[in-house]
């Protein structure tokens, strides 16, 4: 029973973090990210700011915070480690990109158009660029610690940092791209595209 005390508590735990970042998102669109402050986000989600700090610590996690570097590092670890780094970094990129818009078995559209403003928000607003750059190195983390484990070797995590790094430059390129179309291509073969266009056509 405490089992699934503690599973229904991170469901009912994801679901208001859930609740509370799709009006956050949608406020700073419709009304600018520095206008909008935490209490007018707690207020349209129906808690108290208290509530919003304990999920999100700061104004920025609201944007950017997401299940991605645990996507990406599970699809890595479920990877083979016969295949080259760049390899197994990149399918994980393309197909948590893949799950991310495909809606779980929700509306993909909505997802999609979520992500789509989430990611607008990143790009345009000067405080979340900066914070941006502390997730993609919490992200590079990830891929590397799910690469190599308990590894110490430095030579072998130094290219396990080099492969992350330049897979993610290239997913950075595509999500731009994505933004940029409005969505209209689909994310997870845009990033393929731009893994393909950095490492060669039999990288994913």
Not at 81 to 96: D, E, F, H, T, Y
Not at 161 to 171: G, T
């Amino acid at each position: 029973m405490p089992d699934q005390h503690s599973t229904l508590r991170a469901q009912r735990r994801s679901e208001t973090q859930r609740v509370i970042q799709a009006h956050a998102v949608r406020l700073f669109t419709e009304r600018g990210y520095d206008a909008t402050t935490v209490t007018d986000v707690a207020e349209a989600a129906g808690v108290s700011p208290m509530t919003v700090y304990r999920h999100f610590p700061t104004k920025e996690d609201l944007v950017l915070v997401d299940q991605h570097g645990r996507l990406v590092a599970e699809r890595i670890a479920a990877s083979s480690a016969a295949q080259p780094l760049v390899r197994r970094i990149g399918g994980a990129l393309v197909g948590s990109a893949a799950t991310l818009t495909g809606g779980h078995g929700d509306d993909p559209t909505a997802n999609k158009r979520f992500l789509l403003a989430r990611l607008r928000l990143m790009i345009s607003t000067p405080a979340l660029r900066a914070k941006h750059l502390d997730n993609h190195y919490a992200l590079q983390k990830a891929i590397v610690d799910a690469l190599e484990g308990d590894a110490t070797d430095p030579d072998t995590v130094f290219h396990a940092q080099v492969a992350a790094s330049a897979c993610l430059a290239a997913m950075h390129t595509a999500l731009v791209r994505w933004a940029e179309d409005d969505g209209r291509t689909e994310l997870s073969g845009l990033i393929a595209k731009a893994l393909a266009a950095a490492f060669g056509d039999d990288i994913v």
